[in-house]
């Protein structure tokens, strides 16, 4: 059976149709608010065509995004870790040194109200030999130091220099066993001599009655005697009186007033009357008179 079939328009026909229709439509939607409605009703079914086209590309620049957003923070972080670290030792840096600052200004008041020519210096080395209480310190002879010098901080007596080398000098402490320096009763003048003990901040008084008119609290100064350490010195304070009624002397110890375990800087006392050359020649001097320092005068 032969069957015949109506040829419909041709593809031609039907673009020109569909190319008429759709200029149509613009030139209506240009002119009037006729295909508002239209254009609202298909963008609610062609949105989700649009998302989902544009899903692959939104999600690249998201990862991309969040990935380079996440290397920059490290190397901020990094980099916020570097500059805080160098800051906090900056900082340690600056409290040691207001501290160190604190620590000269006491030692430069405190030279004014001595009488005396005074050389600061540097605490270099403790020894550490049992039963030794001796530190050494930066100043020697080639800036006049001499053996039997007193040295003391900004709060009492700290020792004496035994051995003076051209660049640094050994200092014994108060608190050493064989060192011993006449004192006075502040209150009182009551005299007497302060023994180290080889204790830490313990000094002994062996030769005081048991009636001897001292009680803790008194504060204890050099008397002078003996030509080491001038008069006036602040040395102990009494901590503990112990009456022994079957011994001759009393029982007595005090504290050092000098902060023997911190202090780094010390003052090197010259107490003549004759001043001490400023300024530094390399060598000792031959004589006293003409021993050369770098010195804090009053």
Do not use: C
């Not at 001595?114 to 550490?128: I, P, R, T, Y």
């Not at 002397?249 to 001490?276: G, Q």
């Amino acid at each position: 059976m032969k069957l015949l079939f109506a040829k419909g328009p041709s593809l031609n026909t039907r673009l020109l149709v569909a190319l008429l229709v759709s200029i149509s439509m613009l030139v209506i939607d240009y002119r009037s608010e006729r295909l508002d409605r239209v254009r609202s009703l298909l963008s609610v079914f062609t949105y989700p065509l649009q998302s989902l086209a544009s899903l692959p590309v939104d999600f690249y620049q998201t990862v991309s995004g969040t990935v380079i957003s996440f290397v920059e923070l490290q190397k901020e972080n990094r980099r916020l870790k570097e500059a805080q670290f160098v800051n906090d030792a900056k900082l340690l840096k600056f409290a040691a040194l207001e501290k160190e600052n604190t620590r000269l200004r006491m030692l430069l008041e405190n030279s004014f109200q001595l009488g005396e020519q005074v050389l600061v210096a540097e605490l270099v080395s403790v020894k550490l030999a049992p039963y030794e209480h001796t530190v050494v310190v930066n100043k020697g002879s080639r800036f006049g130091v001499h053996p039997e010098q007193p040295v003391l901080d900004a709060n009492g007596i700290v020792g004496q220099v035994v051995r003076a080398l051209p660049s640094s000098s050994e200092v014994m402490l108060i608190t050493d066993p064989d060192h011993a320096v006449p004192v006075q009763v502040n209150r009182n003048g009551l005299r007497t001599i302060a023994f180290g003990t080889g204790q830490p901040n313990r000094l002994h008084l062996p030769f005081l009655a048991n009636n001897a008119d001292i009680v803790p609290g008194d504060l204890l100064v050099t008397s002078g005697l003996g030509g080491v350490f001038p008069a006036g010195y602040p040395v102990a304070v009494v901590d503990k009186f112990e009456a022994r009624p079957d011994k001759s002397f009393a029982n007595i110890y005090a504290t050092p007033k000098a902060e023997l375990d911190k202090s780094r800087e010390f003052l090197i006392v010259w107490s003549h009357s004759t001043p001490v050359v400023l300024g530094e020649q390399g060598k000792a001097p031959a004589e006293p008179e003409t021993k050369e320092a770098e010195h804090v005068a009053p």
